[in-house]
């Protein structure tokens, strides 16, 4: 392996982690409403755990209520079930026809423990950042080892590799930051 695939090998590892990252923090209620807070939610569909996104429709006719319309109304009470035992802290409404999610505006502590999410999900991406810097430079010493990579080679690849860390420790920085400013906004 040369040392452009390594390079390209790692960014694409790190590119991964920043995207599971912003889909992580999608997910984070900020006090408006969207399907990313409900879609992958599991029910309990036939013996089978099951995205809501999987067996209904999910709607936001207005800013902070979610209506899911499952295609079979025999899954309004195991939907229901599903949404009242999440970590989401609603009170879902069956009509018998659809469940409507009314989202109360967040408290300032709630505020707080939705920022401390997004830190404590930043951390764990910037964690990951770091183990694949270390599963290369493990690799990039296994090949100076070997007589593979130049000694000059070798201390060019760590500085390379350092300038990806922090360009995409950077990225997760100002992505927690932003995310962070939406929840606090009032």
């Given amino acids: 392996m040369d040392y452009n ?11 991964k982690t920043v995207n599971r990252f912003k889909e992580e923090i999608r997910k984070i209620h900020t006090g408006r409403a969207t399907p990313l807070l409900v879609e992958d939610i599991s029910v309990d569909y036939y013996g089978s755990k099951t995205p809501i996104k999987q ?5 936001i006719p207005e800013p902070r209520m979610i209506v899911i319309s499952p295609w079979n109304k025999d899954d309004l ?9 999440s970590d989401l ?3 879902p409404q ?5 469940i ?3 989202l109360p505006s967040l408290t300032e502590e709630r505020r707080k423990e939705m920022t ?3 830190s404590k999900e930043k951390e764990e991406s910037r964690i990951s950042i770091r183990q694949i810097r270390v599963d290369v ?8 080892k070997t007589g593979d990579l130049s000694e000059d080679d070798k201390f060019r690849m760590k500085d390379k590799l350092q300038e990806i860390v922090d360009k995409f420790n950077q990225e997760l920085e100002e992505l927690g930051k932003k995310k962070e400013e939406e929840i606090m906004t009032v």
């Fill in 77 to 85: 009470v195991s939907i229901q079930k599903a949404l009242t035992e």
């Fill in 89 to 91: 802290k609603v009170n």
């Fill in 5 to 15: 695939q390594i390079i390209k090998n790692c960014e694409t590892e790190m590119s």
């Fill in 55 to 59: 067996i209904a429709s999910i709607n």
């Fill in 94 to 98: 069956n009509d018998g026809e659809l």
């Fill in 116 to 118: 401390k999410i997004v």
């Fill in 100 to 102: 409507r999610i009314v």
């Fill in 137 to 144: 430079w493990d690799q990039v010493q296994a090949m100076a």
